[in-house]
């Protein structure tokens, strides 16, 4: 009797259980926006949209395998005037994560403000950022886009050992945003780190002793990079390397590069050299290029860009 009576409780408990478990499937299969869990996106990896070259080879070295980065400026193209397309505002709206740096590019900054405010990632938060210079506050382009940056200068990049702690806080980032790899990002965010940690010192081993001090630049983008190696930039045109100096101010450029017995005038990649072609031919010194890593590099990445960039300013300012 006893056994008969067990019997019949365990049979409608197993019923029970069922039943309890067809419930829970379909509940599940109902919940369209529920937080995803492991593996129900095939092969879905974390969307991350990253506005410029530097940010894009960042969030590819912390991301991993583990998300899927799509770059807003296409290599090749100057970032500062870059125009969205709808397909690109289509994909703010979309990523789970931006990574940019406001006051770069001003499209980019209201694209963000707009359409993905509470999924964005600005890299110059994490970094104790230097004022926009004189060149760029001047009349030559910053001026109008001072209030988009704060007055900051955006060019965080150029220094590594910012870049360094970019990494860190996009691996805590990351790690928040997709906590099931959440380990992995961090280690990524470590590692790259450490790389930019060893650039940070052979940056600064290589430029410990120039014969000269000042860099005469296109656009001021390389203030980050003068603070961090005691270096002085002069910066021909402003924040916007498309803005045209004005003679009263080539003419001052002239005036220091002369002063300064400067031998390098540095034109970029993406700018017309013809403004630095005329200064040189007026200071008599050589041109070299000096690239700020706004656009993916003809080869290499930011690592093998920063590297030439030492060898140049090596060259261009007799550092033993
Ligand atoms: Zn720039």
Not at 34 to 59: E, K, M
Not at 147 to 155: F, I, K, V, W
Not at 161 to 178: E, F, H, K, P
Request: aromatic share 4%.
């Amino acid at each position: 009797m006893m056994s008969d009576s067990s019997r019949r409780t365990g049979t409608r408990v197993a019923g029970l259980l069922a039943l309890t478990t067809a419930l829970a499937v379909t509940a599940c299969s109902r919940g369209t926006t529920g937080s995803p869990g492991a593996g129900d996106s095939p092969g879905g990896t974390t969307g991350v949209t990253a506005a410029i070259y530097p940010l894009q080879w960042l969030a590819e070295r912390v991301g991993g395998p583990d998300v899927t980065v799509t770059g807003l400026t296409k290599p090749g193209v100057e970032p500062h005037d870059l125009e969205l397309t709808p397909p690109q505002i289509a994909e703010l709206e979309q990523t789970r994560l931006v990574v940019y740096i406001k006051g770069v590019q001003p499209a980019v900054d209201e694209a963000v403000e707009q359409h993905a405010a509470d999924r964005r990632f600005d890299a110059a938060d994490r970094v104790k950022p230097l004022a926009a210079s004189a060149g760029q506050a001047g009349e030559q382009g910053y001026a109008g886009k001072e209030e988009r940056g704060a007055g900051r200068d955006p060019h965080v990049w150029l220094d590594p050992s910012r870049l360094a702690a970019v990494a860190t806080g996009l691996g805590d980032r990351l790690a928040a945003a997709d906590p099931a790899h959440a380990q992995a990002y961090r280690d990524r965010a470590a590692a790259t780190a450490a790389e930019l940690t060893a650039l940070d010192g052979e940056l600064a081993r290589g430029l410990d002793t120039c014969a000269s001090r000042a860099i005469v630049t296109s656009h001021t983008a390389f203030d980050y990079l003068a603070e961090r190696y005691r270096l002085r930039q002069i910066g021909i045109s402003g924040i916007d390397p498309d803005a045209e100096p004005s003679p009263a101010r080539l003419a001052e450029v002239a005036k220091v590069a002369k002063q300064e017995k400067v031998t390098t005038i540095f034109t970029e990649t993406l700018v017309s050299p013809k403004v630095a072609e005329v200064l040189a031919g007026e200071v008599g010194a050589k041109i070299a290029v000096l690239d700020p890593v706004e656009s993916r590099p003809a080869d290499g990445d930011y690592l093998s860009a920063m590297r030439r960039n030492l060898t140049t300013l090596q060259a261009a300012l007799s550092c033993s």
